[in-house]
């Protein structure tokens, strides 16, 4: 076990929704970084934060956000979704730069 | 990617042999990592490398770093049926991290 929590495990949606993925880092990390894995495809980074910051951005589409709260849990917003964003969702949690990264189990999102 | 590359994309062996995957990137990092992924499952740090480091060892896990070439590998000896998994390297450059490539995709035949 991580200690990373992701919720929920799977999200079934349309296109033109919008879903919210949660995530709950191990305790004591104060990075979170969203990454997106699309089938048979490598994990593709989409934004990393720390301690409530926004401390680097990747390939990050305009229709998604995330934020990190003050108890540092952190939320990726996806909106007017599209066939193509069915990907599994990836949170991680690391103590800071230098450290390992610790994978939540992922949320895995359909849309239909 | 525009980040690098993994090679093989997969490789398939017999328990008991040593499996090498190989992995590039383009530009100077402060650490790099590997990491295994089971089927649809969150990925598992494995070892971390830093970029002073030429080798480092855990277990059966034996990893190289050439800075000069950009390039480090993973070498699994004798390898079990549960080693079949995706590995991936993943580098730290400073605060951008990437994990890049589709992986290299490790079945090892009982």
């Known amino acids: 076990d991580s200690g990373v929590t992701q919720t929920p495990k799977h999200l079934i949606t349309a296109t033109g929704q919008r879903v919210t993925l949660r995530c709950s880092p191990r305790s004591g990390d104060l990075s979170v970084y969203w990454y997106q894995q699309s089938l048979d495809q490598g994990l593709q980074f989409l934004i990393q934060?720390?301690?409530?910051?926004?401390?680097a951005k990747g390939n990050i589409l305009e229709r998604f956000s995330a934020q990190q709260f003050p108890d540092l849990h952190s939320e990726l917003n996806l909106s007017s979704l599209e066939l193509g964003d069915s990907a599994l969702y990836f949170c991680a949690s690391s103590v800071d730069n230098n450290s390992p990264l610790h994978f939540g189990n992922g949320t895995r999102l359909t849309v239909t | 990617s525009q980040q690098g590359e993994e090679d093989p994309q997969a490789l398939s062996i017999q328990e008991g042999e040593n499996a090498t995957m190989n992995c590039s990137y383009k530009?100077?990092?402060?650490?790099l990592q590997w990491y295994r992924q089971n089927s649809g499952r969150g990925l598992v740090h494995l070892i971390l490398?830093?970029?002073?480091?030429r080798e480092k060892h855990s277990g059966r896990l034996r990893v190289t770093l050439d800075t000069s070439k950009k390039s480090s590998s993973l070498l699994i000896t004798a390898s079990r049926a549960a080693d079949t998994a995706s590995y991936f390297c993943?580098?730290?450059?400073?605060?951008?991290?990437?994990?890049f490539g589709a992986g290299t995709r490790l079945f090892v035949k009982a």
């Open positions: 530009t100077s990092i402060n650490n």
């Open positions: 993943f580098f730290d450059t400073g605060g951008f991290k990437t994990i």
């Open positions: 934060y720390y301690n409530g910051e926004e401390r």
């Open positions: 490398i830093r970029s002073n480091e």
